[in-house]
């Protein structure tokens, strides 16, 4: 979870300086050619400066890519051609088909619709392409903030596009996500050290989450950085324990995060701001769009045939 932030300076001279400044003389009489010359080399240079300006406020409030959108696995994700702020992703069935279901294991008291959680990512995965494990800690997620915060709306197929681009579901670099939802080995990020693309972030953690006592780096499935990760981390699993590398707790972390402050990730400005605060880049966004968007579609389409 890398964020970059563009910030708009505004013009340091004033009106008051302006009128503050003395007069010039007056300049000697010229020829009426050289006058209509001077006039029009000042109303180029006019322009030339205010479109400069229009240039770097454009330049400025347009969010910049962060390492996660250059390397694999987000590299081969295509951005959707949607307006930021304009649309949020199709919504996909409630995780579970169950609307008050919170633990990967309850069973469902109803009569229809897949019974539990694991049968329902089962289900989804056939669908979608996503592994049923990393499923269930995605759907877990959209149901226990269903139940501790109905007004956010985290939908699984959100937390599954971000899933998608930070680490293809916790199997990053040839990593396989375990039935305990670990993946076979450490998922860790690069060095944020104020390289080329990347943030300069000192070491908050002295090394514990992400191994490196100097710098920090974004660890796990989600991608948390450590100093982040100690602020949101969560328990999806019901094991007593936080880890940014288990997916059902980082799942259940970035809902969370993504949930802060009362947003409503079914509205079109909440959705987007959610993910913008997550990574604030808009190719990321559109990417996590069309993941997010292509995943419900399969889902429902994939429910009404069963």
């Given amino acids: 979870m890398r964020t970059r932030t563009g910030k708009t300076e505004d013009d340091p001279i004033g009106a008051d300086a302006e009128e503050a400044a003395p007069a010039a003389p007056a300049p000697a009489p010229r020829s009426g050619g050289v006058a209509v010359l001077t006039r029009l080399i000042v109303v180029l240079a006019v322009l030339a400066v205010a479109g400069g300006g229009i240039w770097l406020v454009t330049r400025a409030a347009t969010p910049e890519a962060s390492p996660t959108t250059t390397e694999i696995p987000a590299l081969q994700v295509k951005a959707a051609d949607v307006r930021p702020g304009s649309v949020v992703p199709a919504g996909g069935a409630v995780a579970g088909g169950a609307e008050q279901q919170t ?105 514990r989450y992400d191994g490196d006592a100097g710098v920090d780096r974004a660890v796990g499935p989600m991608q948390f950085i450590p100093g982040t990760w100690r602020k949101w981390a ?73």
């Fill in 103 to 207: 633990s990967p294991q309850q069973v469902r008291p109803s009569s229809t619709g897949p019974a539990t959680l694991t049968q329902w990512a089962s289900q989804v995965a056939a669908a979608t392409g996503v592994p049923a494990r990393a499923l269930q800690a995605y759907g877990n997620a959209e149901l226990a903030m269903r139940a501790d915060q109905p007004s956010c709306k985290i939908s699984w197929a959100t937390l599954a596009g971000i899933g998608r681009i930070e680490s293809n579901h916790g199997q990053y670099a040839g990593a396989v996500l375990g039935a305990d939802g670990r993946p076979s080995k450490p998922i860790i990020g690069v060095p944020l050290d104020g390289s080329a693309g990347v943030q300069a972030i000192g070491d908050t953690d002295g090394g």
């Fill in 234 to 306: 969560s328990d999806g699993n019901g094991d007593g324990l936080g880890d940014p590398q288990q997916i059902d707790d980082a799942a259940l972390a970035a809902a969370r995060y993504l949930c802060a402050g009362g947003r409503d990730m079914a509205s079109p400005g909440g959705w987007w701001a959610g993910i913008l605060s997550y990574n604030n880049s808009t190719e990321y966004a559109q990417k996590v769009f069309g993941l997010a968007d292509g995943y419900a579609k399969a889902a429902q389409a994939a429910r009404k045939q069963g």
